[in-house]
């Protein structure tokens, strides 16, 4: 299955609150967990990776903890700030030819004062 | 360092004109290129991708096209656009043998 799933669709979050986004998946054969952050009328930014042999990665307020053997991964965005708010895929990466990424649906978060 | 370049920036075409969107980069040689379409508060959808110049894969069929006529030039194409192609377009590049892949700014292509 080249499907990741990402939940929930929408999130409000307090200034200075935790953010968290959940995703899964199901195809074994990724290698690769990348989380884009995208503005409005912007390209997607890289945010932070993980590969599966590692449980968790932090970087600054942004922590991805990963579940290797329930094929999930979530992103903990700490302290949480208005200029926070964006939509954020999670991605998984296939071993291909050209190293396909599939990418989640995307969360709005909207972090509020 | 890498940079990536998409034009036009927006774009409003009527039904049944062509379309050309281009995109370049800068800072690489040889770099895997992908077009992506992200319909309104959706996910993003992989197009094409390319391996090197003039080598194109198509992931799903469509009323779209890609060339890639130099090594960090890739161009998305139509011979006639219907209203179902509106969107934001977004190029991204990664290095052979990395695993990040780096999108441009992306085109929004509105289509009448």
């Known amino acids: 299955q080249q499907q990741v799933k990402q939940s929930p669709q929408s999130l409000i979050v307090q200034k200075g609150g935790i953010s968290i986004i959940n995703c899964a998946y199901e195809?074994?054969?990724?290698?690769?967990f990348p989380w884009y952050q995208q503005f409005p009328g912007k390209g997607p930014a890289l945010l932070i990776a993980?590969?599966?042999?590692?449980s968790e990665k932090k970087e600054g307020r942004f922590t991805i903890s990963f579940n290797k053997s329930a094929k999930q991964f979530s992103l903990h965005i700490m302290d949480s700030q208005p200029g926070d708010s964006a939509t954020y895929f999670c991605?998984?990466?296939?071993?291909?030819?050209?190293?396909?990424?599939?990418f989640g649906p995307g969360t709005s978060l909207s972090v509020i004062p | 360092s890498q940079t990536i370049h998409q034009w036009p920036a927006t774009l409003v075409q009527p039904v049944g004109s062509p379309l050309s969107l281009e995109c370049t980069v800068e800072?690489?040689?040889?770099?895997?290129l992908y077009w992506y379409r992200q319909a309104a508060g959706r996910g993003l959808q992989l197009l094409f991708y390319?391996?090197?110049?003039?080598?194109i894969s198509s992931e799903v069929p469509q009323n779209l096209s890609a060339s890639r006529p130099q090594d960090r030039q890739f161009i998305l194409s139509s011979k006639k656009l219907l209203l179902s192609d509106s969107g934001f377009y977004l190029c991204?590049?990664?290095?052979?043998?990395?695993?990040?892949?780096?999108f441009g700014p992306g085109t929004r292509l509105l289509v009448l």
């Open positions: 993980i590969r599966p042999d590692v």
């Open positions: 800072g690489t040689s040889n770099p895997n």
């Open positions: 195809n074994t054969a990724f290698d690769y």
């Open positions: 390319s391996v090197g110049i003039g080598q």
């Open positions: 991204a590049w990664r290095k052979a043998g990395q695993e990040t892949q780096y």
């Open positions: 991605a998984a990466k296939a071993k291909t030819s050209y190293d396909k990424v599939i």
